[in-house]
Nanobody
Framework: QVQLVESGGGLVQAGGSLRLSCAASGRSVSRNTMGWFRQAPGKDREFVAGITGSGGSGSRSNTYYTDSVKGRFTISRDNTKNTVYLQMNSLKPEDTAVFYC????????????????WGQGTQVTVSS
């Protein structure tokens, strides 16, 4: 069993930055793909960013993003802390949502159905 806890959300003005954290417990998630999703009021939960696991022999993680956040958001992980981060820069009012982290089932998991464990979410509000 894996528990995921997000933190770092808040209220920020347009153009500002936030860094979200997702701390995992229960077991190491270093070999798992981890993802960030968001859900705005009245909308479906959507994929934001993903980072693949760090395999053996020093292999590096790969990252992938939805088009609307490319160049603005950066996903990273610190396996020594069992934590995944989402650095969000140049925030826009349309980024306002509850952000969730999740543990993926496949290497490049994209849809909510391909993620098995979810955090409780953290609210991000961007004012204009």
């Amino acid at each position: 069993q894996v528990q995921l806890v997000e933190s770092g959300g808040g209220l920020v003005q347009a153009g500002g930055s936030l860094r979200l954290s997702c701390a995992a417990s229960g077991r190491s998630v270093s070999r798992n793909t981890m993802g960030w999703f968001r859900q705005a009021p009245g909308k479906d939960r959507e994929f934001v960013a993903g980072i693949t696991g760090s395999g053996g022999s020093g292999s590096r993680s790969n990252t992938y993003y939805t088009d609307s956040v490319k160049g603005r958001f950066t996903i990273s992980r610190d396996n020594t802390k069992n934590t995944v981060y989402l650095q969000m820069n140049s925030l826009k009012p349309e980024d306002t949502a509850v952000f969730y982290c999740a543990l993926g089932r496949y290497t490049y998991s994209l849809t909510t159905g391909e993620y098995d464990y979810w955090g409780q979410g953290t609210q991000v509000t961007v004012s204009s």
